[in-house]
T-cell receptor, first 109, second 114 residues
Framework: GQNIDQPTEMTATEGAIVQINCTYQTSGFNGLFWYQQHAGEAPTFLSYNVLDGLEEKGRFSSFLSRSKGYSYLLLKELQMKDSASYLCAVSDSNYQLIWGAGTKLIIKP | NAGVTQTPKFRVLKTGQSMTLLCAQDMNHEYMYWYRQDPGMGLRLIHYSVGEGTTAKGEVPDGYNVSRLKKQNFLLGLESAAPSQTSVYFC?????????????FGEGSRLTVL
């Protein structure tokens, strides 16, 4: 079966750095996505990786290793507004998105 | 900029009642999707549409029907609601199933079935 694994919850301190991991097993691979979802709101797109390596976008970076079925989202200089759930999703061979359950990130002052 | 709009935002139903959720997008997107989100689970695809007049089943289609009569609208129907359908429903759209595949989501519709 297809599976996406990510930690259920993480806690970090304002101003610090946090890394949220995602491992996947899917039938085929057409890219990996990270979305941010604040409580009670819609998911919003953060990043997309299809090739191995690191993609940097401001305070957020996303890394992919296709051979290991692994990705991480790195958040730097954490702000209180970064408190949210972070969803990992993989596009399979049919371009269908397989979603992880999300990682709830709690930022403490 | 409206983007993707869902109505209603909240609804309480009794078991066996029917209802329709409406999704409207103003971005001229070809693809539209209905997902449900339940605690501790990833988003699950119910039905999707690759263009006006087309629909297809997703991962969890049972108990739901959809229609895409106009390009900008995608309707999700529950003919006979069950407590297992208590969930938050998200509509999303995308331009194409292109490499980036970015989805634009509506704000969600919270449905409770008693």
């Amino acid at each position: 079966g297809q599976n996406i694994d990510q930690p259920t919850e993480m806690t970090a301190t304002e101003g610090a750095i946090v890394q949220i991991n995602c491992t996947y097993q899917t039938s085929g691979f057409n890219g990996l996505f990270w979305y941010q979802q604040h409580a009670g709101e819609a998911p919003t797109f953060l990043s997309y990786n299809v090739l191995d390596g690191l993609e940097e976008k401001g305070r957020f970076s996303s890394f992919l290793s296709r051979s290991k079925g692994y990705s991480y989202l790195l958040l730097k200089e954490l702000q209180m507004k970064d408190s949210a759930s972070y969803l990992c999703a993989v596009s399979d061979s049919n371009y269908q998105l397989i979603w992880g359950a999300g990682t709830k990130l709690i930022i403490k002052p | 900029n409206a983007g993707v709009t869902q109505t209603p935002k909240f609804r309480v139903l009794k078991t066996g009642q029917s209802m329709t959720l409406l999704c409207a997008q103003d971005m001229n997107h070809e693809y539209m999707y209905w997902y449900r989100q339940d605690p501790g689970m990833g988003l699950r695809l119910i039905h999707y549409s690759v263009g006006e007049g087309t629909t297809a089943k997703g991962e969890v289609p049972d108990g739901y029907n959809v229609s895409r009569l106009k390009k900008q609208n995608f309707l999700l129907g529950l003919e006979s609601a069950a407590p297992s359908q208590t969930s938050v429903y998200f509509c999303a759209s995308s331009h194409l199933i292109e490499p980036t595949g970015e989805l634009f989501f509506g704000e969600g519709s919270r449905l409770t079935v008693l």
